[in-house]
Nanobody, 123 residues
Framework: VQLQASGGGLAQAGGSLRLSCAAS????????MGWFRQAPGKEREFVAG????????EYASSVKGRFTISRDYAGITVALQMNGLAPEDTAVYYC?????????????????WGQGTLVTVSS
């Protein structure tokens, strides 16, 4: 399974970006999906996760209320709508497919990873 993330770029503080992650296989339609990010000099951290059905979502406290994760009806494309961006959101964002149908907030819970897309927020 390959995951292709896109949509990163440069945004101003307070602006918005929408990330998308497309899977190469319908295999992931039965799996939870998530977004993580890694800023320079920092560890990779959980951002948002969604269950296989889309019924359950979870967010890191730092993005709750600003970011929204969703997945399409077929379950093989996952999006991350990012509003109210701040400079501290600057990072490489990675999408990932979970080991199970549920969502996980830790990297250990994910099997497949995309290549990452860079988000830069200027102040």
């Amino acid at each position: 399974v390959q995951l292709q993330a896109s949509g990163g770029g440069l945004a101003q503080a307070g602006g918005s970006l929408r990330l998308s992650c497309a899977a190469s296989s319908r295999f992931v339609s039965n799996n939870g999906m998530g977004w993580f990010r890694q800023a320079p000099g920092k560890e990779r951290e959980f951002v948002a996760g969604i269950s296989w059905s889309g019924a359950h979502t979870e967010y890191a406290s730092s993005v709750k209320g600003r970011f929204t994760i969703s997945r399409d009806y077929a379950g093989i494309t996952v999006a991350l709508q990012m509003n109210g961006l701040a400079p501290e959101d600057t990072a490489v964002y990675y999408c990932a497919a979970a080991r199970s149908s549920g969502l996980s907030t830790t990297a250990r819970g994910y099997t497949y990873w995309g290549q990452g897309t860079l988000v830069t927020v200027s102040s």
